[in-house]
T-cell receptor
């Protein structure tokens, strides 16, 4: 079975600072990885996805993630945090057990202070 | 139109009530999903429909009954729920149920409270 681990249930940054949200995966096959964002009382929105085409993936809202096979990681970064980035972020790996199933990490809440 | 809509946004029901949650998408997707999300937890998959047929039932209690009337609509019928069923219920859709690179599009969710 595949899984993802998100280190840090909460990450606090100042506005303008670098954002780094960590995700490590475990997979017996080449993984397909996703980052989703969830704002309060809303559904999930896809930020970006890795599907083996390129190791550096650019997403929406200035976010990007780098796939590192040697480290089994897919960390999410943004050079400069904005107040509107405050939200819950989920890393997910896609399984195919006859159908596509997203296996989510436990989530990281990003707090941005002025 | 890249939107998944869900109604109602909020629902409060008693343990003896029968209610339904509705989900709609017009992206031509053939796979639709129901998730349950408790506070401060990731979404948990409940059901998957593919081409209007139930593909996956992740051991969900029978008090939850999904229905897919057509390729654009997905309902979740609720009956005799328990207070621990209070959660955010999310609907999602994707182009197909196969293919690990499929993006799932999520609706805004229905916040359900069971008294």
């Amino acid at each position: 079975a595949q899984s993802v681990t998100q280190l840090g249930s909460h990450v606090s940054v100042s506005e303008g600072a670098l954002v780094l949200l960590r995700c490590n995966y475990s997979s017996s096959v080449p993984p397909y990885l996703f980052w989703y964002v969830q704002y309060p009382n809303q559904g999930l929105q896809l930020l970006l996805k890795y599907t083996s085409a390129a190791t550096l993936v650019k997403g929406i809202n200035g976010f990007e993630a780098e796939f590192k096979k040697s480290e089994t990681s897919f960390h999410l970064t943004k050079p400069s945090a904005h107040m509107s980035d405050a939200a819950e972020y989920f890393c997910a790996v896609s399984e195919d057990t006859g159908f596509q199933k997203l296996v989510f990490g436990t989530g990281t809440r990003l707090l941005v202070s002025p | 139109d890249t939107e998944v809509t869900q109604t109602p946004k909020h629902l409060v029901m008693g343990m003896t009530n029968k209610k339904s949650l509705k989900c709609e998408q017009h992206m031509g997707h053939r796979a639709m999903y129901w998730y349950k999300q408790k506070a401060k937890k990731p979404p948990e998959l409940m059901f998957v429909y593919s081409y209007e047929k139930l593909s996956i039932n992740e051991s969900v209690p029978s008090r939850f009954s999904p229905e897919c009337p057509n390729s654009s609509l997905l309902n979740l019928h609720l009956h005799a729920l328990q207070p621990e069923d209070s959660a955010l219920y999310l609907c999602a859709s994707s182009q197909d149920q196969r293919g690990r690179n499929n993006e799932q599009f999520f609706g805004p969710g229905t916040r359900l409270t069971v008294l």
